[in-house]
């Protein structure tokens, strides 16, 4: 008989919210039903073949550690990659991490202390959860809404929820989970109460390129803010290579720089077969660049047009990434996406979707609410989108 | 001008004392002086063919996440693994890690909340250090010495050592940085201390295959302490695999798994690519892990032999691992690690070693000693041993 105890950050661990109803879509499968999975963003879309010949070429004998702060050929055309598309990054400013996940948890832990806050906007992408109390450091949530396309509040708004505890603000752009670009003038806002108030600025980048309307501002532009700007970018999302786990943090500060390459080292290197392969992806040109993007716009196209079509929804055309936030005319998207696994199917076929709490921290919140990712071709998709919204008719009428 | 400072715990991380000198290795390397590395546990040895192979054939065109606890595929090889040398541990008591390195940090967060304690013999592997301060635990060191072969002290001593603090005790066996193979006595010892105390008992086997003397006792393998052990392990030194960053953490604790599962699935998964591969090497026969053991058998003798040859080193045999840690008849090992990189060669040629202080808690422990790696071929160590004899006697001359 044990008596003894997880720690309390142990057991505050959340489950993914993303993938805990993921033994319901192996119990469906198991019955032989087709599950189209919306709810994570694991895009169909193939990784380039560079990546795959990188990795066949690779002749070392010894699968050997790396650098801590990351190969350099890799840092090198990283570097590049971020010039090209005008952003002044040197291959000091940068250490390569195991996913963006790596990049957060280095970056929350390097500006806080156990109990300190990072001010985030909510919805947020669900994970900055686990990594927050793996910092011990408390997320407080400012909440956008879908009515107002989750745009960021008014300044006063942000400045009531800086306490003396506030390390930082952070912010996904374009945003996960709800596909908003924020403008030139929302991140400079963010930025000017950042330096008002001595507070760090993250900017999750991963979705840089799936812009459809607008144009996306790099938190790297902005100069004045050099001392205090982290940006957290990754490959999983701008190459579909999810799998590979290579991520990296950009920093000007070298302070910081430092204390990162120290937490680097203790966990010694990124992996080294992924960043070989990893490298010869930033030798991409623009064509692939336009290629994916204009093929996740016709998914945005079909997912928002479908939900248009469904009463009750609301939801603005998302902007960018590949998400969208919908509020449905359901009661709890908990169990409507559990009922969607558990209890429904359209001729041997249905839809998996991540409800919206888990994308909250304040409770209550979300609860009709739902994540959509648009990661499937066009004919996936327009058949999901039929599913879901006789999905929802069912789930009303059950 | 920044008024921004990075948090307490990132001033606190600290530089790994192993590979913060590789600036004056690189600079010795510039003025084409040959370094031999004896400082870092990166072997010469070849990564088995296999894992090569897996990685070429491997045919999917999307390099997808895997499963957050580890792919299926290759959490049933471990567990086949670990049932053949006569463990049982099932698939389901095993987490996939990034590496040894975040079995470690996912181990010490769920046992601790911040400034808790864990117990540890020092001198002890000293990236411990930097996963100590990510998890904002305190480590509390028990010091062994070169003169008792660093074999743990007696019971009263480590129970002086708990506090209310105190959430387990952690040890490496065979341990690195001193090659000691520790006892089953002993780690029954450990054992009892822990169920006597309500402690976690972590063990860190990733060298268990060398053991040149005596026999490999896994912490594992004692079923009553089943709700408290945690085993960390790793494919990087078995298989000469270390840029794979592979490893796993194993629990009977359901409870403790859970946890893991959550700080797994923040994080996503382990990277694919190095999974696939890391799978086909745990289908090598025996004759591989003999081989291998051999070679590394003889490599401690060779370098056994040359320290027992100079005049003023105390160093009981090693008997594990592919690490020794010697006395050395100089005044500082830091001062001595630098010296023989920036005002040593002979021929052409010097040493890198790793100074012992880095692998202490204890302030002003190590200063005399240093940690050797035998990761070269025979006769790359027998030159390296023989200019470390050189740059010994220049040392103490200059």
């Not at 090198?76 to 996940?101: C, E, H, M, P």
């Not at 670009?181 to 001595?198: G, P, W, Y």
């Not at 920093?251 to 680097?264: I, P, R, V």
């Not at 921290?361 to 609860?367: F, K, V």
Request: charged share 25%.
């Amino acid at each position: 008989m044990s008596t003894i105890a997880v720690s309390r950050r142990g057991q505050a661990m959340p489950p993914s919210p993303i993938r805990k109803l993921i033994p319901y879509a192996d119990e469906a499968k198991r019955k032989g039903i087709k599950v189209y999975h919306l709810n994570i963003g694991q895009p169909d879309i193939e990784t380039p073949p560079q990546f795959w010949q990188a990795v066949k070429d690779y002749s070392n004998k010894v699968l050997a550690y790396g650098n801590s702060q990351g190969m350099a050929d890799y840092l090198a055309r990283l570097s590049r990659y971020y010039k090209r598309i005008g952003l002044d990054i040197n291959q000091d400013d940068i250490i390569v991490t195991t996913g963006g996940s790596e990049a957060i948890i280095f970056a929350m832990t390097i500006i806080s202390d156990p109990g300190d806050e990072i001010i985030i906007f909510e919805p947020f992408y669900t994970n900055y959860n686990g990594f927050a109390i793996q910092a011990g450091v408390n997320l407080v949530p400012i909440t956008t809404t879908a009515e107002t396309g989750f745009h960021i509040p008014d300044d006063s708004e942000i400045e009531k929820a800086i306490t003396p505890k506030t390390r930082g603000i952070m912010y996904c752009n374009p945003n996960n989970p709800t596909g908003t670009v924020f403008t030139e003038s929302e991140i400079a806002r963010l930025k000017n109460i950042c330096l008002k108030h001595d507070l760090y600025l993250l900017a999750d980048e991963v979705y840089r390129e799936y812009i459809y309307e607008g144009k996306h501002i790099s938190l790297m532009s902005f100069t004045d803010i050099a001392d205090r700007a982290i940006m957290l970018d990754s490959i999983s999302k701008r190459f579909s290579a999810c799998g590979a786990r290579i991520g990296n943090l950009v920093t000007k500060n070298k302070d910081l720089y430092k204390a990162a390459l120290h937490m680097g080292q203790a966990r010694l290197c990124a992996p080294t077969l992924e960043q070989i392969g990893a490298s010869a992806l930033y030798e991409l040109t623009d064509e692939y660049y336009k290629t994916t993007m204009h093929e996740y716009q016709r998914r945005r196209d079909v997912v928002y047009d479908a939900l248009q079509k469904i009463k009750g929804v609301v939801c603005l055309k998302p902007n960018g990434a590949f998400y969208v936030m919908a509020k449905l005319p359901i009661d709890d998207a908990e169990k409507f996406a559990k009922f969607m696994l558990t209890d429904f199917n359209y001729q041997g076929k249905t839809v998996m979707v991540a409800p919206g709490p888990g994308f909250y921290a304040s409770p209550g919140l979300g609860a009709d609410e739902c994540r959509i990712a648009y990661v499937l071709k066009i004919d996936d998709l327009k058949e999901a989108m039929a599913i879901l919204k006789m999905g929802i008719d069912a789930y009303n009428s059950r």
